[in-house]
């Protein structure tokens, strides 16, 4: 019995000896508040400054549950795809990645709909909608290669690619199942916070960003921000570490809920917004009540350096068209007399 | 009592578990040890270094004849104010960090009053107290620059401020003899920066669409009706293709390998009827036209980059909107940054005027530069001369490279965890490669350059670095946490370590007994 220990043990050590090869790429960053913001000061001055100037929004919305009991999380992706449309940002600057599981399912008992509501006053699942990425497609390599956009150019068209540059603002919004710094995916994934936080380095340092507000609705979302060290991020998470995020109600007739509270509290809020609003992020932030939500919204905004006082919530939810009226001068421009030869 | 084991038994299992073990060791673990290693190309990130440092340098461009690149400044003492000459350097930098300036512009300040040994430089900045109101800010004659300090109290962005209206306003740019003093021409809000979302990128070929767009509300229309007639698209198709052509054999061919166009007919739905339209009309304003253009769902701007050949094209779409009404004799016209140019048409459609305004909003689109003379007059809006563009491309297209690599670089360095893959190295070479040929093309003739040699070259450098940046297979390994892989190794390797120890420690307890 003590020679059958001692192996075991031996066992253990060798298992131990050759899983902790590679753990070293992953380990907290090596420097100290400090350091982090001068690091950040000299990236923002190469960069030239986030003057809070862009010249387009995009959206990248995520329902990374599947099966029925999960309607919920697809509801809330939709609804937010509904409140950027409408604020401006095109089909085109969307990137939806969903399940699609819910609207057709055989339990559905409103066959081609999706309420995020009791009253069922709105069918988020209307015409119009465009998912890119939909059912098994929603994964972890294919998501993180949507925000680097590293895909396989000649298979992969326009539409599903997320075509920003250093002038885009970008609203990443994230719905599922969620622990402590991961994010399931489908239920046969997982996507980390080192991860994400990979991928942002990764488009910042490609030019692939102005300013990125990062929204996350699952339970413990906060501690996926936690390891985000690229600068110009806003972070928001709708629960803290060992805290779960709760869904708001349920429709009695379509059988399981149908929003979540930190989704619902926000669109409540946006509701309010529309094109010319001079609503500020602030503003949205502190309309986060613990009371009403059951948990604990967090908000980072070290990486960050605009006063969340001064930043429009179009400056994210909506669109920008840079437009310039022309003067009225005859005199110059290219010649459009010239003869043709 | 189990019976002994026979000498041949004991020698067969020794055997055995030896040859377990060296399947495990020799075959085994290099297997385990290749299949979880991370495939990382080398990346001559060295060669990527020292390149930055030759751009920064000036690529050895400075010319006596060509102040538009490298310039040695002399900085007096009273510019000074306890302020270094590499702190003016650093802030006229930030300053100039603009696609078209600092591409091609670098200074090199020296203290005047202490260069010894160096080499005379060319210009002398000279700083005077003065509080006279208004400021002249800055006033160049000849060599001889003048920066007016208020109060004499300098500071390094009041010094940089004036050193880069100086230089980039009356030294620099393209049509000099043109320019009178320059009046904040270079201010970000109005001049060089604002082109930066106007999408001025440079791109080796221009597509513009044109689009006809015919609003339709319940009431019909007669104008809806007309322009719907064959005789009016074939007007439109004509029209568009005169711009095409003036541009194809204009100016702007001379830095571009192609421009291409189509036309399109399009229909607005006006669902609101005529209001929709009328609100426009009542308050035309940047934010009413900016919903409007939302409800058309405009593309954006954005590179192409087809299967058959490396370079980028820039679409630009331009779109006559015919309202169902209009109470102006005039039409609208606006630009949209990284789009294109509308014109919405007045109460009787011109479309010679609309294309006129089209060729306009083409020179804003594609413009590096908009200049305001201090005598309230504007400068005349041309193209850049050719060879003085190409070679600002070219140095743009070669700081695109760089900024690439250098992003590709420190990603390689700080992500370890990252895949690289050979093709990525394959790519960084080819950029090399072409930056060197770009920077030969550059020190020699203008005839060359004039070409475009060195920018194609450039703009293939900028091109490689942007595939090896982005290459599909150069992908971070996801991070799993440790306790994950000990839940993984521990069952998979427990059935086999077990007996692979229990069998090797008998065999070393056998062989120690039989030791006298």
Redesign the interface.
């Known amino acids: 019995m003590n ?2 220990l001692r ?2 043990l ?3 050590a ?3 000896v ?9 380990e907290e960053p090596a420097f100290d508040n400090e350091t982090l913001q001068r690091f950040l000061s000299d990236q923002l ?1 190469a960069r ?1 400054g986030a003057t809070g ?1 862009h ?2 929004n995009w959206a990248v919305l995520v329902s990374t549950s599947r099966f029925w009991f999960n309607y919920r999380h697809l509801a809330n992706a939709l609804s937010m795809y509904r409140t950027v449309k409408r604020l ?1 940002i ?4 969307i990137i939806l990645m969903l399940a699609d599981d819910v609207a057709c399912n055989p339990r559905n008992a409103f066959p081609g709909t999706v309420y995020n509501n009791a009253d069922r006053a709105l069918d988020l699942y209307s015409n119009n909608i465009e998912v890119d990425y939909r059912g098994y497609e929603v994964t ?2 294919t998501f ?2 949507v925000l ?7 298979t992969t068209p ?1 539409s599903k690619r997320l ?1 920003t540059d250093e ?1 885009s603002n970008i609203f990443i919004y994230l719905t599922g199942h969620g622990g402590n710094e ?1 994010l399931k995916f489908q239920d046969a994934e997982e ?2 916070a ?2 994400i936080a ?2 942002f ?2 488009m910042w ?3 692939r960003y102005h300013e990125i507000l990062f929204m996350i609705d699952t339970c413990q979302a906060n501690t996926m921000y936690s390891k985000f060290y690229s600068p110009n991020i806003l972070a928001v998470g709708s629960s803290e570490l060992d805290e779960s995020s709760y869904s708001h109600h349920a429709d009695s007739d379509v059988g399981v809920a149908v929003i979540d509270r930190f989704t619902y509290y926000n669109l409540e809020f946006l509701e309010k917004v529309d ?2 609003s001079e609503l500020m992020m602030k503003d949205l932030f502190d309309s986060y009540d613990p009371v009403k939500i059951h948990s604990h919204a967090g908000v980072r905004t070290d990486l960050y350096n605009r006063n969340l006082s001064e930043v429009p919530i179009t400056d994210f939810f909506g ?8 003067e ?9 007399e ?1 003869t ?2 | 009592m189990l019976p002994s084991e026979s000498t041949e038994a004991i020698v067969l299992r020794r055997k055995v578990v030896l040859s377990f073990w060296a399947v495990f060791v020799f075959l085994g673990l290099p297997l ?1 040890f290749h299949t ?1 290693t ?1 495939h990382r190309t080398p990346v001559p990130l060295s060669a990527i270094e020292t390149l930055d440092n030759e751009l920064k340098d000036g690529l050895g461009l400075s010319r006596d004849d060509d102040p538009g690149l490298h310039i040695a400044v002399g900085v007096k003492k009273n510019c000074l104010y306890g302020i270094t000459t590499r702190e003016i350097s650093d802030e006229l930098q ?1 300053l100039l ?1 603009t696609e078209w300036t600092s591409s091609v512009f670098s200074l090199d300040l020296v203290d005047a009053d202490e260069c010894s040994g160096c080499s005379m430089p060319k210009y002398t900045l000279n700083c005077i107290g003065s509080d006279r109101t208004p400021l002249p800010k800055t006033i160049s004659e000849g060599l001889e620059i003048t920066v007016y300090i208020p109060s004499n109290h300098g500071s390094k962005e009041i010094i940089a401020n004036g050193l880069y209206d100086a230089f980039v306003g009356d030294f620099l740019f393209f049509n000099k003899h043109d320019l009178g003093s320059i009046d904040r021409a270079m201010s970000p809000t109005t001049g060089i920066l604002s082109t ?3 999408g001025a990128t440079y791109a080796d070929a221009i597509h513009l669409s044109f689009t006809l767009l015919i609003a339709l509300d319940s009431s019909g229309g007669e104008r809806a009706i007309e322009a719907l007639s064959p005789e009016f698209q074939t007007e439109w198709r004509v029209h568009a293709e ?2 095409w ?3 194809k ?4 061919n001379r830095y571009v390998s192609s421009i291409t166009f189509d036309t399109d007919v399009g229909f607005q739905y006006m669902t609101d009827g005529s209001d929709e339209w009328a609100r426009v009309e009542q308050d ?1 304003s ?2 009413k ?3 409007l ?2 409800t058309w ?4 701007i ?1 590179l192409l ?1 087809t ?1 058959s050949n490396s370079s980028a094209v820039k679409v630009l779409q331009f779109v006559y909107f015919l309202p169902p009404y209009s109470t102006n004799t ?1 039409s ?8 294109g ?1 509308v014109v919405m048409a007045g109460d009787s459609p011109d479309l ?1 005027a609309a ?3 089209f ?6 689109l594609l413009s590096p530069v908009s200049f305001s003379l201090a005598n309230g007059s ?1 400068s ?2 041309t ?1 850049p001369h050719r060879h003085e563009f190409a070679r600002i491309a070219t140095i743009m297209n070669l700081r695109g490279a760089i ?2 690599l250098s ?2 670089s ?2 390689v360095t ?4 990252m895949a690289v893959p050979s093709t990525v190295r394959d790519l960084v070479d080819s950029a090399i490669k072409e930056w060197h040929s770009a920077v030969v093309n550059l020190r020699s003739d203008f005839d060359q350059v004039a070409e475009n040699q060195g920018l194609r070259h450039a703009a293939a450098a900028a091109q490689f670095a942007r595939q090896a ?11 799993v ?2 306790e994950h ?2 839940a ?3 069952p998979l ?2 059935p086999v ?2 007996p692979l ?2 069998g090797l ?1 008998r065999v070393v307890v056998e062989s120690r007994k039989k030791e006298p």
């Open positions: 020679e059958l192996i075991l031996l066992a253990l060798a298992c131990l050759l899983s902790s090869k590679g753990v070293k790429g992953h001055e030239g100037k010249a387009n401006g095109p089909d085109s600057q972890v390599d993180l290669r680097t956009d590293k895909v396989d150019r000649r326009r075509l002038n991961f996507v980390s080192f991860d990979d991928a380095a990764q340092e490609t030019k094109k010319g669109n920008v068209q840079a437009v310039e009226i022309d009225d001068d005859d005199e110059e421009g290219i010649n459009m010239e043709v030869h | 385990w979880t991370i930030r960090r930066m979302y106007r005169k711009v052509n003036t541009l054999f204009g100016e702007l035309v940047s934010d036209l900016s919903s253009l939302d769902d405009l593309q954006p954005t980059t299967s005039k609208l016209s606006f630009t949209v940054a990284n789009w140019g010679p294309m006129r305004t060729g306009r909003q083409i020179d804003k504007k005349r809006k193209l900024e690439t992003a590709l420190r990603l700080s992500l370890q965890e940046v982005f290459d599909k297979d150069m992908m971070l390994n996801m991070f946490p440790f892989k000990i993984v190794y521990l390797l427990g370590i077990v120890v229990a420690r």
